[in-house]
């Protein structure tokens, strides 16, 4: 691994170890998910301005009106989506910084991730190269559309709030799959978890959470 993956300092490997301890204790259980915290230097998804700040459980600024999320709602959303077993296609709607596909890459078979702003998007596939992260496809794109080329998935992460829930992720759901995300307007979100079954869509609403906006266009 390369003195920059492995980080010095505040962006150490003693540092990210830290913050897996830290993720337990505010309970996260998941061996898997913590480990793949442990693994993917955080440090990488940001500028070098605030690389000392990495390892911190807080939201940190990324351009363009985005955030990279908190460690804590990283790992407790991916967390839910893999609670009932191992998923082999998942999709992210909003790439961002790319962590949180790098952290889904180390746990199913393949990640399909979208992201509305080109800029973001070319920075996250330079990182998934230089960490050797090969099962994610990336596309440019309005990420209320979802990626319908590959639908069904069976899992479905946002990482940016909707007003409500966009139908066309819906019906991009596998039978039995599982779609996590926020879901409301700035200051009433709530992060809901939708299990489609041959039959409906059952919604059950875990906890309160604040995200940007999911917008529709492409910038």
Sequence with gaps: MSSRLQGIGMTSQRTRNRLVERLMREGIRSQAVLEAMREIPRHIFVDEALASRAYEDT???????????????????????LRDGPL???????????????????????????????ALQRKARRRFRELGLRNIRLRHCDGMEGWRGYAPFDGIMATAAPPELPLALLEQLAVGGRLVMPVGRPGAQRLVLITRTAEACEQEVLETVSFVPLVAGEA
């Design 88 to 118: 082999r296609r998942v999709l992210e709607i909003g790439t961002g910084s790319g962590y949180q596909a790098a952290v889904l890459a180390r746990l199913v078979e393949e990640v399909f991730t979208v992201e509305r702003v080109g």
């Design 59 to 81: 939201a940190l600024p990324i351009g363009h009106g985005q955030t990279i999320s908190q460690p804590y709602i990283v790992a407790r959303m991916t967390e839910i989506l």
